[in-house]
């Protein structure tokens, strides 16, 4: 048995691994060998997951998806009966190492209960987004919601978990007991049926630990933990979080149908897909040593990561997606919003029903060329509401001070977000439209229309789905899931060279010198309203100089001479002068005009 | 040898199983309370739409009342100014606490929202919480059956041989009533003037889609449910109120039941599904328009009952083999969509589509003769 207890080399010594991410339609199964002294993957299985009726056993999946991995290479992972994983190696079949993440049944669903939306509530909703989880409310006492219809709220929403917090050490005690009341009188039941107890992490004032022991220890799983805002100016989230864990595996995977077993054959705790997903956001800032913006646009949720100068955040939009949640993309942006990316006309009508059509039927996928562009389009909107709502997590503590690391960062400034794309070296993108993109061109360009990156950024993808997976893996051995990231999982797309600030159409904003590998030099002048592509390749670095004009800004200030160096890759080194905020012709026909000269520059799409 | 993932072929393979048309099939449905009660029909009992099953009681709604604000008396003096203890049950309008105080220039009271019990008194909150008594509720059997397993505490399964028809997308709960087609075609769009007083109670059929003006006419006139080919997406919007972002419904406080067949757009109902519901014209039904497109798929349906299932052959019963050569799809995505195709080969290999992408891919033969290639996840197998 494998602890969780993260060494850099825990691998030593094995040969194959087996992880598995068990998502609410699919099951996907990859599957790693030691060649030599690296890491690699292999190959994948997928099945359709079976946690619903009428199989209620998530193992049959996992079994389906090993069963095609062992079709593939003629290596023997399960065990005689096919109904378990072999370990270890034995030198000619099994693996050393099962772990998996899963999302099965619809993730972890939790509530957060706190005084003051702005202050303890937000920590505690931090807390669980970074543990994993999806938020289905945020309650507190200032929210504008009488008692009645919070408790109604609570009674009908049916969590997994619930999360309260509320007051600071030697605080307020009325408002958080009132809290803790009204979760009482709603006597919320758990989501996985009946004949268990609702588990619920108190992480508020210790002087309410009585009166919340008194009101919840018979008919809750009550776990009390330190204050996660022990004063206003300070948050501890990371007990909260691994609390979070624990009673995630305790009492909810435990009574999902066939999870029990699932646990018995996994060598470590299974962990929620979007926390191993960010664990693996967290290693590649930790390898690349840089700020990191990372996004998993899925088919129902858009996950929003970011590390910055050491600080892991990660919000969700359960209902922004590419799939069957892509019609609520639409109805949050406004249908103008996905219509002013299209480089064509289009009834308004006929676009909603096409995106209603997608909606109804999630799995079909683009056959023409204007229907990939309608899916592009959306994606860039899901991406850009992702990102907005990433801001109103990833705050500052209001109004005070903060003890931390960070300290000096979370000083400055009076905007909310601490979210400043300038300070973002990295954007790393994941999910099935990105993935599954005919060009690598066109996810690189709707990561960048979307998230509009500025100064000097490198963009990557995944090839496989393999994310969490690799997430889990690192808490076993950081070493091994970073070689398997760095050469079978990150797509090198290239770099973004983008100033910040707006000009005239036509104004010359850069002048740009670039030293190429093969001793070359470019030169260009660019001007305002244009985006050009430099081609180089993966592996490759350029020096490049930017002098940047009429305002523009590469992060040095306006007018401020840069230098640095660019990154190359599938893509290239995209030269970005469209502006910042990147601002669209207001006429239909300009600006389709304008999106037909970038596409066309690009060689964005293929016409036949 | 280590094959890179960044060379890996597109591993997606799945194809949207078809939407049940059926004539004849077993239909068995498990009603069961949200928490135990008592079941009330024994195995072998026949029963209707609304035949009751099970029932059992529910908590009453609970309400916060801050006694002590209102007294105006400190939190921890709750208990002395309180008239009643936890589990005490009161009328509405009965007194809970007073405080009279300065030989009665002061006087505040708290009376009783509602009957009930009291649930708890907080002395830290200075808050008596009070919940409603128990609140009755009963399951019906939804569909005309016989009950074929009784599942003590919980509920029953009914079983009946019926005609079936999946929708693909719905909304409005469970509801049922006789079938009645109101259009000559299945292209024809159900107007204002197509919905009569005859329709009260009934489930009107229509063919490519229904007007703003038809749906509230329906409204009007008593309508139960409506079955359409396509859904008009402003339609939609004035209908709910408001835009509809993920596909779980069913939950809507609407009184008619609606079920789209085909999608959004105005898209006439499949030939085949027009055909079986005019053979059921007059016969009762029951509908459900709840849809559920992520995990644990569920779809809109139309359920209608045969009266003597006992005597129905059993031998039409068919399942469907996968996608073959010869299969009968329906193409579920631009530009072909809405065609019903045969199916000429399934070509192994990748291949490159129009958008530039590399996938499994599916010839087809359409009705026009025409022969033309598509992705294999945008076509649905027809099941006969």
Redesign the interface.
Known sequence: MVNNQKSNDAAEGMSYILVTDVG??TTKARFF?K?GDVW?????G?AP?T???PYEDVTMGVLNAVREIEELTEHKILSENNDNIMRPFDGEKGVDLYCTTSS???GLQMMVGGVVKEITAASANRAVLGAGSIVMDILTMDDGRP??EK??RIKNLRPDMILLAGGTDGGT??HV??MA??F????PKPRLG?GYSLPMIYAGNVN?QD?VRK?FEEDFSLLIIDNIRPTLNIERIEHARRAVHELFMEHVMSHAPGYLKLMKWTDIDIMPTPAGEGIAMQLLANELNVNVLGVGLGG?TTNVYSIYEERFVRSVSA?LGMS??I??V???TGIENILRWLPFEKDV??L???I??????????????N??IIEHAVAREALRLGLEHHKTIATRLKGVTVERTVGDLLDQGLEDTYIDLMHFSVIAGTGGLLS?A??RIQSLLVLTDAFQPEGITRLFQD??F?MPHLGVLSTVDPKAAWQIFE???L?HLGTVVAPRGQSREGTEVMEIKLDMPDGTTINEHVVYGDILKISLDVGETAEIEIHPKKGMDMGQGPNKHMEGVVHGGEVGVIIDARGRPLSLPEKPEERMNKILGWNKTLEL??Y? | MVQSAKEDPNVAHAYTPGLKIKSIEQVSKERVLPIEGTVIVEMGDAVDFDSILARTEIPGDAEILNVTEILGVDPGDVFDYSLKKEGDTFEEGELLAKNVAFWGLVKNFVYAPFSGTIESVSGLTGQIIVRQHNVPLEINAYIKGKVVKVLPKKGAVIETKAAFIQGIFGFGGENHGEIAVAVESPEELLTEEKVGLEHQGKVIVGGSGITGEAYQRALEVGVKGIVVGGLDVEDLIEILGEDIGVAITGEENIDITVIATEGFGALPISERTFNLLKNMEGKMSAINGATQIRAGVLRPEIIIPYDNPDEMDESKEEFSDGMIKGSLVRVIRAPYFGEIAKVKDLPINLQRVESGSSVRVIELELEDGRVVTVPRANVEIIEE
């Open positions: 609410s339609t060998a060649k690699r993957y292999i190959i994948s997928e997951t946690v619903e009726k099965a049944g619809g008692p009645h408790i109604t005690v009325k007991a009132n009341e009204i009482y009188a709603a006597k009946e309410v009166h009101l129902a209902n069957y949640s019609s609520n639409c109805k949050e009508n006929e909603q029903s096409e209603k059509n997608k909606m109804i039927r999630p799995t079909t996928i683009p056959q023409t060329i229907d990939l599954h005919p060009k090839s496989v393999m050469k079978d999982c797509v799409y293929e036949h």
